[in-house]
Nanobody, 116 residues
Framework: QVRLVESGGGLVQAGGSLRLSCAAS????????GGWFRQAPGKEREFVAR????????YYEDSVKGRFTISRDNAKNTVSLQMNSLKPEDTAVYYC?????????WGQGTQVTVSS
């Protein structure tokens, strides 16, 4: 069992930065890949970024490449998302995810609002 708690959301102007953090409980978290998804009002939840559990290899949705950076600290059981050059279209609830095989765990979400 893995429990995920996000923090770091808020209101920022376009062009600004935010850093989201996800704290995980559960001793097996380091064996899961860590990821971030987001859901804007009236839209489906979409993939944002993922980082492998052992290789540290990263994957990004095209619209955030070059602006967002995902990282993890297995010793601290955390996954972070540094978001730079934010745009109004990045406004959404951001969810932390832990994935392994067919199992997914989700956090409760944190709101990110980017004003124009």
């Amino acid at each position: 069992q893995v429990r995920l708690v996000e923090s770091g959301g808020g209101l920022v102007q376009a062009g600004g930065s935010l850093r989201l953090s996800c704290a995980a409980s559960g001793r097996t978290f380091s064996t899961y890949s860590g990821g971030w998804f987001r859901q804007a009002p009236g839209k489906e939840r979409e993939f944002v970024a993922r980082i492998g559990w052992s290789s540290g290899r990263t994957y990004y949705e095209d619209s955030v490449k070059g602006r967002f950076t995902i990282s993890r600290d297995n010793a601290k059981n955390t996954v972070s998302l540094q978001m730079n050059s934010l745009k109004p279209e990045d406004t959404a609830v951001y969810y932390c995810n832990a994935h392994r095989d067919s199992v997914d765990y989700w956090g409760q979400g944190t709101q990110v609002t980017v004003s124009s």
